[in-house]
Antibody, heavy 122, light 106 residues
Framework: QVQLVESGGGMVQPGRSLRLSCAVSGFTLRSYAMHWVRQAPGKGLEWVASISYDEIDKDYADSVKGRFTISRDSSQNTMYLQMSSLKTEDTAIYYC???????????????WGQGTLVTVSS | AIQMTQSPSSLSASVGDRVTITCRASQGIRNDLGWYQQRPGKAPKLLIYAASSLQSGVPSRFSGSGSGTDFTLTISSLQPEDFATYYCLQDHNYPLTFGGGTKVEI
């Protein structure tokens, strides 16, 4: 059974850092592109970052470029989102999602994890 | 970045109704568009990819159409479990961008 479980969320002060994890099971992480998507409270979805199946390509939303870094450890079946210089507008539920098709850069996202809440506040 | 304009932002409908949601891209994106459903308090779920292909396990009452800049999601006969918010997502190029969402209410 394919499963994605996010963790690492919490409350953090502006300017600080936080690392989110997405632990996967039921499939081989190294064969799929993976994505992070966020949703501010009561708002719509915003794509944040993606990593290609071969880790060669990493792409970011303009709003997080230079502050967030996506990575993965296939031996641990875990993807990460390192977030630094956090701003109040980064407050959101962060979801990880897998690409539908393996071995290509696929941007059809399914399944998704249940999300982890990040609150940036002083 | 490509802007995705979704309409309407909300609609009221009844069980059995035919519902249509549209998404317009700020530039041509071929058929590089997906539709997602998000029920309250839940993670999104992929319904349609490549503008018109039904994701495995999704009921056939959902369909998608369009190419270039104009796209449509249609629910042929609304069911109680379909009351949710729907989003389009363009994957033509980075950054990927979502539409603003359409909330389907009773």
């Amino acid at each position: 059974q394919v499963q994605l479980v996010e963790s690492g969320g919490g409350m953090v002060q502006p300017g600080r850092s936080l690392r989110l994890s997405c632990a996967v099971s039921g499939f081989t992480l190294r064969s799929y592109a993976m994505h992070w998507v966020r949703q501010a409270p009561g708002k719509g979805l915003e794509w944040v970052a993606s990593i290609s199946y071969d880790e060669i390509d990493k792409d970011y939303a303009d709003s997080v470029k230079g502050r967030f870094t996506i990575s993965r450890d296939s031996s641990q079946n875990t993807m990460y989102l390192q977030m630094s210089s956090l701003k109040t507008e980064d407050t959101a539920i962060y979801y990880c999602a897998r690409a539908v098709v393996e071995w290509i850069q696929c941007n059809w996202l399914d399944p998704w994890g249940q999300g982890t809440l990040v609150t940036v506040s002083s | 970045a490509i802007q995705m304009t979704q309409s309407p932002s909300s609609l009221s409908a009844s069980v059995g109704d035919r519902v249509t949601i549209t998404c317009r891209a700020s530039q041509g994106i071929r058929n590089d568009l997906g539709w997602y459903q998000q029920r309250p308090g839940k993670a999104p779920k992929l319904l349609i990819y490549a503008a018109s292909s039904l994701q495995s396990g999704v009921p056939s009452r959902f369909s998608g159409s369009g190419s270039g800049t104009d796209f449509t999601l249609t629910i042929s006969s609304l069911q109680p479990e379909d009351f949710a918010t729907y989003y389009c997502l363009q994957d033509h190029n980075y950054p990927l961008t979502f539409g603003g969402g359409t909330k389907v209410e009773i």
